[in-house]
């Protein structure tokens, strides 16, 4: 996903020492934060695809159950961790699906 406010952003929070969060895995690598927590997109697709199947095959909409995302991700970027001055407790990094060094 693309943000046009992506340079400004990380601007502003390097100036000021800020810390960003994202719900956009590509802005912590590509511009700024410091991490990202976000639904796995690909696994949601799939998830959606089931639901139009089940539907297609006679399934009535009202009766399927709501399903909550399975696969959750959480990039860490330890270079803005550490340019920020902050240390990110084992226990995080190792829940982390991506972490960039």
Known sequence: ????FG????????THR???FSGNAAAVEQHFGLLAYN???I????????YVDRILKG??????????????DLVI?????EALGITIP??????ATRVIR
């Open 1 to 4: 996903m693309y943000n046009p």
């Open 7 to 14: 340079p400004r952003i990380a601007a502003f929070a390097a």
């Open 18 to 20: 800020v810390p960003v």
């Open 39 to 41: 639904v796995n997109l």
């Open 43 to 50: 696994d949601t697709h799939r998830s959606v695809a089931s």
């Open 59 to 72: 399934a009535q909409p009202s009766d399927l159950p709501i399903e909550r995302p399975q696969h959750i």
């Open 77 to 81: 970027n330890l270079k803005t961790a």
């Open 90 to 95: 084992p226990t995080i990094l190792f829940q």
